[in-house]
T-cell receptor
Framework: KAGVTQTPRYLIKTRGQQVTLSCSPI?????VSWYQQTPGQGLQFLFE???????NKGNFPGRFSGRQFSNSRSEMNVSTLELGDSALYLC?????????????FGQGTRLTVV | GEDVEQSLFLSVREGDSSVINCTYT??????LYWYKQEPGAGLQLLTY?????DMKQDQRLTVLLNKKDKHLSLRIADTQTGDSAIYFC????????????FGGGTRLMVKP
């Protein structure tokens, strides 16, 4: 059974640009959550998608957005990149929403903003 | 509010037991998790415990939960150098769906 796949693994962008990250959950999982990991703030929840709908959102500005497709794959987008957006972005795959089951994480996308 | 705290650093000798501690504040936690992160990698789920349990054992790992004190611990028996990593505890609460609130992580260093 394939795990959670995040692409790309590494990305370098310039301030002001936008970026799109992709996450393919484990087959059969319908919930995808996104997290930002930085040395200063640790792991912070961005948002969760289930059945193509955003179900929960963390405390991030509107520049951070996401979506989920009918095959449960999810993308997150960050517009007008700032230096502080440099981080490891992790996605988590779970079977459903409001079911507190195991959350499996991908390897992450390392975004560097210069 | 939700707040999860861990000590920053733990150093042990190979073969000893490691105990990593975590405290949380939200009494409505439903599941509590332990994740391991190696350098440059994502998060590996080690184990989890439901909030109505006191203990869970899984091979070398033992999780203890004290709901009264809101204290969670992870004991690793016979710690090996391959156990060197950052360990995160996380909680989920029913009203927040699948959102996990993580502690800051404990860096475990295992000396040969």
């Amino acid at each position: 059974k394939a795990g959670v796949t995040q692409t790309p693994r590494y990305l370098i962008k310039t301030r002001g640009q936008q970026v799109t990250l992709s996450c393919s959950p484990i087959s059969g999982h319908r919930s995808v959550s996104w997290y930002q990991q930085t040395p200063g703030q640790g792991l912070q929840f961005l948002f969760e998608y289930f059945s193509e709908t955003q179900r929960n959102k963390g405390n991030f500005p509107g520049r951070f957005s996401g979506r989920q497709f009918s095959n449960s794959r999810s993308e997150m987008n960050v517009s007008t990149l700032e230096l502080g957006d440099s981080a490891l972005y992790l996605c988590a795959s779970q079977t459903g929403h409001h079911i507190n089951t195991e959350a499996f994480f991908g390897q992450g996308t390392r975004l560097t903003v210069v | 509010g939700e707040d999860v705290e861990q000590s920053l650093f733990l150093s042990v000798r190979e073969g000893d037991s490691s105990v990593i501690n975590c405290t949380y504040t939200d009494s409505s936690s439903t599941y509590l998790y332990w994740y391991k992160q190696e350098p440059g990698a994502g998060l590996q789920l080690l184990t989890y415990i439901f909030s109505n349990m006191d203990m869970k054992q899984d091979q070398r790992l033992t999780v203890l939960l004290n709901k009264k004190d809101k204290h969670l611990s992870l004991r690793i028996a016979d710690t090996q150098t391959g156990d060197s990593a950052i360990y995160f505890c996380a909680e989920s609460i029913e009203r927040a769906g699948n959102m996990l609130t993580f502690g800051g992580g404990t860096r475990l260093m295992v000396k040969p």
